[in-house]
């Protein structure tokens, strides 16, 4: 007769449902971070009527739509330090760091592949169709490049900071080792990013660099204080559903 949840050894149960819960988050962060790599080929573009007057610089400013989605790798390693500790978080990021090269290479793969026949729509044909389709996942090099040394360095930054500040506030106010960890290495993921692939893609002037990434930063400091609630509502979600107790002051991460 299969063993059933219900009648498992209640320490088993709750090994697997730890194990288990890292395992989503982790997967989620894999998701969101892949997603990140493909939405972000994509530019839109926010103050249209022009930029407000704390913003360096004039006209639209343009973002990639990979702004909506990369803040919330941050919450999911946050989460993890704070549960399982700096090492699981470490794990995290390295192994998101995995599925993002397996991803551009299958997408390079499939931009090589010859497109079928019967591949067209009521506009476009076969040709018409894979010549948007390499458009749109064309990843240059110098981004790339920028892109994935940015994402190394800023997200182990991040959890590294994270539990400096766990030290620094010996385990009190969440909300400091959150948004703390996250602006210092969102600043690091900017500059890297932006000092890398603007001046090589685009020429473009240091003082129009700058411009971008105060600007840039500007708009994920704010989203980054919007994740503030998810991460108290997250915590207490999983310490309920894993049976963890509730300590204003933890010491240190509970399944580390």
């Known amino acids: 007769m299969l063993r059933t949840e219900s009648n498992e050894d209640p320490v088993r149960q709750l090994a697997r449902r730890r194990d288990g819960s890292y395992a989503a988050l982790t997967a989620l962060f894999c998701v969101v971070l892949v997603l990140t790599n493909i939405v972000g080929v994509k530019l839109f573009e926010v103050f249209p009527d022009g930029r407000p007057a704390w913003m360096p610089g004039s006209g639209p400013l343009a973002l990639t739509t990979g702004i909506l989605t990369y803040p919330l790798t941050f919450l999911a390693t946050d989460l993890t330090a704070e549960v399982w500790g700096r090492r699981k978080a470490e794990i995290m990021v390295w192994f998101g760091f ?39 996942f064309q990843y240059p090099a110098t981004l790339l490049f920028a892109s994935m040394s940015a994402y190394l360095i800023a997200q182990l930054f991040d959890v590294r900071l994270y539990h400096f500040w766990w030290r620094v506030t010996k385990g009190r106010h969440m ?82």
């Open 98 to 136: 995995g599925m993002s090269v397996l991803m551009l290479g299958i997408v390079h793969i499939a931009k090589e592949l010859p497109p079928a026949s019967i591949w067209s729509s009521e506009t476009l044909g076969p040709k018409e169709l894979q010549s948007a389709f390499e458009v749109t």
């Open 175 to 256: 909300w400091i080792r959150n948004n703390g960890s996250t602006a210092i290495s969102q600043l690091v993921d900017t500059i890297v990013v932006n000092s890398i692939f603007l001046p090589l893609a685009f020429d473009m002037p240091w003082s129009a660099v700058m411009e971008v990434i105060v600007a840039v930063y500007a708009c994920k400091l704010l989203l980054a204080a919007l994740d503030t609630p998810l991460i108290y509502l997250g915590r207490g979600m999983l310490r309920k559903f894993l049976k963890l107790e509730s300590d204003r002051a933890p010491s240190g991460a509970p399944l580390a």
